[in-house]
């Protein structure tokens, strides 16, 4: 069971918005809802923090959503767009954690989050109470896209009926090239509707979720312009925070193959398949989302 906050702590845990000095950088988050303290860490690298409200988990936990830095209203780093490796996110995690002052946290990553998180979990572990690798997967690089290519193709097979289904193709193509805050908006935008497990059969909900979304430029290269390329499938074996991974079933990008290597690699983990979802199963599946976060995280706090 967590201790109790301090006062300073609580202010600093306040619902709204709140920033303050990491390393000369300005850190922004977002607090809702009350319970075991647990943050949230967007993907892409470079989607902006909004996507990953959780209302229906914001009833039961304190969700501290992370504005990655080099998003919204975070500071950039000085070597922006480049510079953005998992250990300068990491980093900016601990800092936050940090601040907030609390000794126990749970961390959520989605996507390119999930990473993050890994990452800062097997290096940073302590003061985690449990881990939470939303859609992640333990590599990127060739492997990784092979996969998510051999996905996207049984994806536009399954829907070849669809209109809409040559921009989100395109969108595809055009991602080996974005140079801009612009042009990582129209293809973040452009691919949405492959991230969902049914997005034109409900497109009334999700195309204002579509068009609400923001994201800025996020070149996935270390400060010296070389990738930051990950494979943590010697690490994974050896992580001791309590983990809880999530995969959609019909999720493109970091789909079940993922979720099972994961969980396989991890020590005790556990693997929750969202039978019907996509990338974005805290939207298309909220409640079930929710309960097992829930039981996960209060199954520990006693």
């Given at each position: 069971?967590s201790?109790?906050?301090?006062?300073?702590?609580?202010?600093?845990?306040a619902?709204?918005?709140?920033?303050?000095?990491?390393?000369?950088?300005?850190?922004?988050?977002?607090?809702?809802?009350?319970?075991?303290?647990?943050?949230?860490?967007?993907?892409?690298?470079?989607?902006?923090?909004?996507?990953?409200?959780?209302?229906?988990?914001?009833?039961?936990?304190?969700?501290?959503?992370?504005?990655?830095?080099?998003?919204?209203?975070?500071?950039?780093?000085?070597?922006?767009?480049?510079?953005?490796?998992?250990?300068?996110?990491?980093r900016?995690?601990?800092?936050?954690?940090?601040?907030?002052?609390?000794?126990?946290?749970?961390?959520?990553?989605?996507?390119?989050?999930?990473?993050?998180?890994?990452?800062?979990?097997?290096?940073?572990?302590?003061?985690?109470?449990?881990?939470?690798l939303?859609?992640?997967?333990?590599?990127?690089?060739?492997?990784?896209?092979a996969?998510?290519?051999?996905?996207?193709?049984?994806?536009?097979?399954?829907?070849?009926?669809?209109?809409?289904?040559?921009?989100?193709?395109?969108?595809?193509a055009?991602?080996?090239n974005?140079?801009?805050?612009?042009?990582?908006?129209?293809?973040a935008?452009?691919?949405?509707?492959?991230?969902?497990?049914?997005?034109?059969?409900?497109?009334?909900?999700?195309?204002?979720?579509?068009?609400?979304?923001?994201?800025?430029?996020?070149?996935?290269?270390?400060?010296?312009?070389?990738?930051?390329?990950?494979?943590?499938?010697?690490?994974?074996?050896?992580?001791?925070?309590?983990?809880?991974?999530?995969?959609?079933?019909?999720?493109?990008?970091?789909?079940?193959?993922?979720?099972?290597?994961?969980?396989?690699?991890?020590?005790?983990?556990?693997?929750?398949?969202?039978?019907?979802?996509?990338?974005?199963?805290?939207?298309?599946e909220?409640?079930?989302?929710?309960?097992?976060?829930?039981?996960?995280?209060?199954?520990?706090?006693?």
């Amino acid at each position: 069971m967590s201790a109790p906050h301090s006062i300073r702590d609580t202010e600093r845990l306040a619902p709204g918005v709140h920033t303050f000095d990491s390393d000369g950088i300005a850190q922004r988050y977002h607090v809702y809802g009350r319970g075991p303290v647990c943050l949230a860490h967007p993907g892409g690298p470079g989607i902006f923090w909004e996507y990953l409200r959780m209302p229906v988990l914001e009833e039961h936990l304190t969700m501290v959503y992370v504005e990655a830095l080099g998003t919204g209203e975070s500071g950039r780093l000085p070597t922006h767009p480049h510079g953005y490796t998992r250990e300068r996110y990491s980093r900016a995690l601990q800092r936050l954690i940090d601040h907030l002052g609390v000794p126990e946290v749970y961390l959520l990553g989605h996507s390119h989050g999930a990473f993050v998180a890994a990452y800062h979990a097997l290096h940073r572990p302590a003061g985690l109470a449990g881990l939470i690798l939303y859609e992640g997967a333990p590599v990127t690089g060739p492997e990784h896209g092979a996969e998510a290519t051999r996905r996207i193709q049984e994806f536009a097979a399954a829907h070849a009926d669809r209109p809409g289904l040559t921009e989100v193709v395109a969108a595809f193509a055009a991602m080996q090239n974005i140079s801009s805050d612009e042009q990582t908006l129209a293809v973040a935008r452009g691919i949405l509707p492959s991230y969902f497990a049914d997005y034109w059969g409900e497109e009334e909900r999700w195309a204002p979720f579509r068009e609400g979304l923001r994201a800025s430029y996020i070149s996935g290269l270390d400060a010296d312009l070389s990738p930051d390329l990950i494979d943590d499938r010697a690490d994974l074996p050896n992580l001791k925070v309590p983990t809880l991974v999530f995969v959609g079933r019909r999720d493109v990008i970091c789909g079940p193959r993922w979720g099972r290597e994961l969980h396989e690699l991890i020590p005790d983990s556990r693997l929750l398949v969202l039978e019907h979802s996509g990338h974005m199963g805290h939207l298309e599946e909220p409640q079930r989302f929710a309960d097992v976060i829930k039981e996960f995280v209060f199954s520990r706090e006693g």
